[in-house]
């Protein structure tokens, strides 16, 4: 892949797609954390001599997570102890007119991209990603384009896949230190495999899900949070509540436990809570008219043992609702069992990163990262989209077509 110094940037406007998209607290509608701005800022001080605009996306659209960028921009300026303008555009003409204005060591960031429908949308080839309105109208502003948004390596939105037609495109510091990290895994690692997997995109977990058990590179799949519910319901054994999970998900899980029927465990308990309170029951008594909130003692004790003896284990997404008083129980408990495994392990996504900070534990783990779904589909075998972004351009230098 090109590096940095490849596009010579002293000087230059160079346009930078990290991945801040944050957790943001539904009673303040504030950012919960700021792992992924202190994280993108090592790559935006590397380039402190050039006129850097900075873009991308937050949340999902009609979700609660999306929000303007304004907030980011006043983290990142705290994090990297200087301004960091920010702009309510994404590629009209004010924000076009913003970044032509800048000067060596400004740092502006644009709006929320996913303001654009179009980069929502997948496109699979450079070509087509290259011919979207978000490129068009941006890449003549630019002299070089810097990938370093690893959380989102796997989705082939146009800020993605798009520029490197037009532009030379370098990875930035973090996915250079993903991909380091990544290779000195598959060194490393031994069998057997544990994933535990949990989080709140249900659809993303399952596909990744099926990729990990059709290479088979997971041993053993410890469901928790929703996902576990999912299963649940698949296998008849939860009748209560599920909240914003299609039939589609449900009929995927019960395809995964009739060809992997060893492999995926589910919970034996889970937390629910009654009056203001954490009240652990057996799956069969769980009441129908609530949605449990986290994995119960029984199922943790169960869980940590497995994990114990596991020779690899990589563990994505939160147990249960750790944000809430009393049910962080699941996601504490995991967490140490992680730490206490003599086996190499890989925590994911940026919920289990600030916990893991919080409790003081990252120094534990082998391999810490604020990716979620991109490591799971790259630990699984995919193609990331972003990576065949960064190679297109190599080669594209290699053979002088910039
Ligand atoms: C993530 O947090 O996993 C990335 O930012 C990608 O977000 P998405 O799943 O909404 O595409």
């Known amino acids: 892949f090109l590096t940095l110094d490849d596009l010579e940037p002293e000087g230059k406007r160079i346009l930078v797609r990290v991945d801040i998209n944050t957790p943001v607290d539904p009673k303040t509608g504030k950012l919960i954390e700021r792992t992924r701005m202190e994280e993108a800022a090592v790559t935006l001080r590397a380039l402190s001599r050039s006129k850097v605009v900075v873009c ?181 054994k939860y009748r209560g509540k599920l909240e914003k999970v299609d039939e589609w998900a449900v009929s995927k899980a019960r395809e995964l436990l009739q060809r992997y029927p060893p492999i995926i465990e589910m919970p034996k308990d889970m937390a629910i809570q009654r009056d203001g309170e954490r009240v652990e029951l057996p799956i069969s008594e769980l009441p129908p008219d609530v949605q449990p909130l986290d994995i119960g003692s029984k199922t943790i004790k169960e869980y940590s043992k497995i994990i114990r003896s596991s020779g690899t284990v990589f563990m994505s997404g939160p147990p249960g609702a750790f944000e809430l008083d009393g049910f962080d129980v699941g996601t504490r408990e995991l967490l140490h069992a992680l730490a206490a495994s003599f086996g190499t392990t890989i925590v994911s996504g940026g919920h289990l990163a600030t916990a893991l900070d919080r409790m003081g534990l990252s120094k534990w783990i082998d391999h810490v990262s604020s990716a979620g779904g991109a490591l799971i589909q790259a630990l699984a075998g995919k193609e990331l989209p972003l990576l065949r972004a960064l190679e297109y351009s190599a080669r594209k230098m290699r053979e002088g077509g910039y």
């Open 56 to 236: 991308s996306h937050q949340g999902r659209v009609g979700e609660r997570d999306f929000v303007p960028l304004e907030e980011h921009a006043e983290i990142l300026s705290s994090v990297m102890g200087k301004k960091v303008m920010f702009i309510d555009d994404v590629m009209g003409p004010a924000a076009r007119r913003e970044a032509e204005g800048l000067n060596d060591g400004d740092v502006l960031l644009l709006d929320n991209l996913r303001l654009m429908s179009e980069e929502t949308q997948q496109y699979p080839t450079v070509e087509e990603a290259a011919r979207t309105y978000i490129v068009q109208r941006l890449w003549r502003l630019f002299d070089g384009f810097v990938l370093d948004a690893f959380p989102t390596a796997h989705r082939a939105h146009p800020s993605i896949m798009g520029f490197p037609y037009y532009l030379p495109t370098a990875a930035g510091v973090l996915v250079m230190k993903e991909l380091k990290q990544l290779q000195q895994l598959e060194i490393v690692q031994k069998g057997p495999f544990t994933a535990v997997l949990g989080g709140s995109k249900v659809r993303d977990r399952l596909e990744a899900l099926e990729a990990l058990l059709e290479n088979r590179r997971a041993d053993k799949v410890l469901v928790t949070g929703v996902l576990a519910l999912v299963f649940l319901k698949a296998a008849d």
